[in-house]
């Protein structure tokens, strides 16, 4: 059954520019506010019918936040709205931190990408089944080609009891290698684990200490903490179980991650996390260059150092390497403790979308990339001028609005760049924005036509106000 939704764009409200720079511009152009309305509609739209507790999500376009949005609540029974100061944990999303801290180590000489781990960790002992494998270098941890087990020995995903540094590694020496190194690409945790006793090695820091030196303070990153304290776990979304089928969710309980942290134990925000994109959709030297990385060394972490056998992506340095809509995507997904995150970046387009949930059937990469799909080409577009030949008739704003059919199924009027569109509430949603909406091409008065060639009418009463939509032979009822 086909629905469809009128409503005039008006997306000012949702847009939070951070100062006046290109990106206000850009906020401007009538194309991306209308692609936001759209993107805002669809989130909300399968956030109801996913039953996802809480989203939130923001789109960074040229190191500035220039539009973000929480949707839902973080909490089931106290009702508070999700916001983009929200605070998630954002899981193996982590490892990214993990992969520039060791890019500053780097930079600073004190290590490098070469070297074998045994020099920075030579007590380190794992069964070698392989006599002619090279060593395990920091280069293979990077990109998970070490060819390690997934995780160290303990079953932390089943008890939540999380060893300390010192367990892990000395259960080491009971674990073997899976493959030999730089032979296949075997993501691993344990790899990351390594990464993060190297930085502190190295450093002199802990782990938690180093980040927030070296990286969160730079950065304003304010709100985001490797080990939060009490009163800051206090403030997490409530991070909830998948859906039973019964429709209850239930409340996953906060657990810390010990000396696994460099894995998976950040907590963040999206406006924190935006801060942290910026720098890396920077290009060309900045009154930041060099702050926490050079320019020319975070392009050779968003570099493919690993392609995978398929060939359909690979591996940068702590970043995932593939290609969407003919263009190189950097990113990392996240989920712990039922929180996920996404981090998705397009450094030639200067765009980032980061997406967060509290649900553990949440899936955020399905919104980031939908708003890098349906927003994205606008942006990278917006420097042009509007189109000239649309020009909207001001009398059609009142035909904007929610309608109903009498089964219940509801349809919103917009007008999108000069065009009356249909925007249909389908059930389930849509997989992409794109696919809910019908152009209206204007025949005469009040009368349009659909895509496939049939009419809709907008109905009037004495007062120029719209009583029913007659779209075929059927009619649509304004929502009072």
């Given at each position: 059954m086909y629905r469809t939704i009128f409503a005039f764009a008006v997306v000012w409200s949702l847009v939070a520019p951070l100062g006046a720079s290109a990106s206000d511009f850009v906020l401007q152009h009538p194309q991306v506010a209308d692609t936001i309305t759209v993107l805002d509609l669809w989130i909300e739209e399968q956030r109801l019918y996913q039953q996802i507790p809480g989203i939130a999500i923001g789109i960074v376009y040229d190191q500035e936040l220039i539009?973000?949005?929480?949707?839902?609540?973080?909490?089931?029974?106290?009702?508070?709205?999700?916001?983009?100061?929200?605070?998630?944990?954002?899981?193996?999303?982590?490892?990214?931190?993990?992969?520039?801290?060791?890019?500053?180590?780097?930079?600073q000489g004190k290590l490098r990408l070469d070297d074998p781990v045994s020099r920075h960790l030579p007590g380190l002992r794992i069964q070698n089944p392989f006599p002619d494998a090279p060593a395990i270098t920091v280069w293979h941890l990077l990109t998970h080609t070490a060819g390690l087990p997934r995780e160290?020995?303990?079953?932390?995903?089943?008890?939540?009891?999380?060893?300390?540094?010192?367990?892990?590694?000395?259960?080491?020496?009971?674990?073997?290698?899976?493959?030999?190194?730089?032979?296949?690409?075997?993501?691993?945790?344990?790899?990351?684990?390594?990464?993060?006793?190297?930085?502190?090695?190295?450093?002199?820091?802990?782990?938690?200490?180093?980040?927030?030196?070296?990286?969160?303070?730079?950065?304003?990153?304010?709100h985001s903490s490797v080990d939060?304290?009490?009163?800051?776990?206090?403030?997490?979304?409530?991070?909830?179980?998948?859906?039973?089928?019964?429709?209850?969710?239930?409340?996953?309980?906060?657990?810390?991650?010990?000396?696994?942290?460099?894995?998976?134990?950040?907590?963040?925000?999206?406006?924190?996390?935006?801060?942290?994109?910026?720098?890396?959709?920077?290009?060309?030297?900045?009154?930041?260059?060099?702050?926490?990385?050079?320019?020319?060394?975070?392009?050779?972490?968003?570099?493919?150092?690993?392609?995978?056998?398929?060939?359909t992506g690979g591996m940068g340095l702590g970043f995932r390497i593939a290609h969407r809509n003919g263009e190189t995507t950097v990113s990392h997904g996240g989920w712990i403790g039922d929180h996920r995150a996404h981090l998705l970046m397009v450094p030639a387009e200067k765009l980032a979308v980061i997406a967060m949930t509290n649900a553990g059937d949440g899936v955020p990469y399905q919104f980031s990339y939908e708003a890098y799909d349906l927003?994205?080409?606008?942006?990278?577009?917006?420097?042009?001028?509007?189109?000239?030949?649309?020009?909207?008739?001001?009398?059609?704003?009142?035909?904007t609005g929610l309608y109903t059919d009498p089964w219940g199924w509801e349809y919103r009027v917009m007008i999108l760049d000069g065009e009356v569109v249909v925007y249909e509430y389908n059930y389930p949603p849509e997989e992409d924005a794109e696919s809910s909406l019908t152009r209206l091409e204007h025949l005469e008065g009040d009368t349009f036509k659909m895509s496939d060639g049939e009419t809709v009418v907008f109905e009037l009463d004495d007062d120029g106000k719209v009583k029913r939509i007659k779209r075929r032979y059927e009619f649509l009822y304004p929502v009072k």
């Open positions: 539009w973000s949005k929480g949707y839902g609540v973080s909490d089931l029974e106290s009702q508070t709205p999700v916001t983009p100061k929200t605070l998630f944990r954002i899981g193996s999303v982590t490892k990214v931190f993990t992969a520039t801290a060791v890019m500053q180590l780097r930079d160290a020995a303990f079953p932390y995903f089943t008890d939540h009891e999380f060893p300390n540094r010192d367990e892990i590694v000395a259960a080491l020496a009971t674990q073997t290698l899976i493959y030999s190194p730089g032979t296949h690409y075997k993501y691993s945790n344990l790899g990351v684990f390594l990464l993060g006793t190297i930085i502190e090695v190295v450093s002199g820091e802990s782990y938690h200490d180093y980040i927030t030196r070296h990286i969160f303070s730079p950065l304003g990153m304010s939060p304290p009490a009163e800051q776990t206090d403030l997490l979304a409530t991070a909830y179980m998948r859906r039973q089928p019964d429709g209850r969710r239930p409340v996953m309980d906060y657990y810390k991650t010990r000396g696994m942290a460099a894995v998976g134990s950040i907590v963040s925000s999206v406006e924190d996390m935006a801060r942290f994109a910026a720098l890396n959709l920077r290009q060309g030297n900045s009154t930041l260059d060099g702050e926490v990385l050079s320019t020319s060394t975070m392009r050779e972490m968003h570099r493919p150092h690993w392609v995978y056998s398929s060939w927003v994205g080409p606008t942006i990278v577009a917006s420097t042009a001028p509007p189109s000239p030949d649309k020009r909207t008739d001001e009398t059609w704003e009142r035909y």
